[in-house]
């Protein structure tokens, strides 16, 4: 039975440790350490292996030894990148050098450790992962919500909002389109209801969110 097996899954919501190490005495060290302060942990013994594992559903982050059988921690990182995983990661090994520092911090890791790692400044980069991860989540939740809210929208709605959210004003949107400006009004009205926008500046924070370009038709010079 694997490690990662006898660990088992995190509850719902319970942030969870990744470890990837081919030193058993390592991963039973890094898997006591993290317990010890209430977190979950799966480890494996193989880059190979953790691909052929589901990406945790919670707050997460991967402790990967940079020198792996097979493919290495930094390979494992480039196959994690084109996965679209963004688990953050904190890379420890015994035979760092700088070469290998700047391309995992580049490539987005969180920290990079040398052993003999001290726990304290494990657990501090552990946390700081988590926390980086959890708000990651939180900031894709929103923006999946506003998403499936544009998406109700109906296609002149679409029109209405992206030049409401470029700053024209009712009557030159009505101009733009060929409406009349209390159509314009009404439409801007079902924009705001639909999207649970507070504010015109709320409405204009959503469009910046979804990569919705501002449309200032033929009125901009």
Not at 44 to 67: G, M, N, Q, T, Y
Not at 170 to 176: C, G, P, R
Not at 186 to 212: C, F, H, N
Request: with cysteine; glycine share 6%; charged share 25%.
């Amino acid at each position: 039975m694997t490690d990662h097996a006898k660990q088992g899954q995190a509850s719902a919501g319970e942030p969870i440790v990744l470890i990837v190490d081919d030193d058993p005495s390592m991963r039973r060290a890094l898997t006591n350490l993290f317990q010890s302060v209430g977190l979950k942990v799966e480890a494996f013994s193989s880059a190979a292996e953790i691909l052929e594992a589901k990406p945790p559903a919670v707050p997460s982050c991967l402790v990967l030894d940079i020198r792996l059988p097979g493919s290495s921690g930094l390979d494992l990182q480039a196959d994690l990148a084109k996965a679209n995983i963004h688990t953050p990661i904190i890379f420890i090994t015994g035979h760092g050098d700088i070469p290998m520092t700047v391309r995992a911090m580049k490539s987005g890791a969180v920290d990079f450790l040398t052993k003999p790692v001290r726990d304290q400044d494990m657990l501090d980069a552990v946390q700081a992962a988590i926390e980086r991860d959890r708000r990651r989540r939180d900031a894709e939740k929103s923006i999946s919500g506003v998403r499936s809210r544009f998406e109700g929208l109906t296609a002149r709605e679409r029109d209405v909002l992206a030049l409401v959210a470029s700053g024209l004003m009712n009557k030159q949107v009505a101009a733009e389109l060929g409406l009349a400006e209390i159509t314009v009004k009404i439409y801007r009205g079902q924009i705001m209801r639909k999207m649970e926008a507070k504010s015109l500046a709320d409405l204009v924070r959503m469009t910046d969110a979804l990569g919705i370009p501002r449309n200032r038709g033929h009125l901009q010079t």
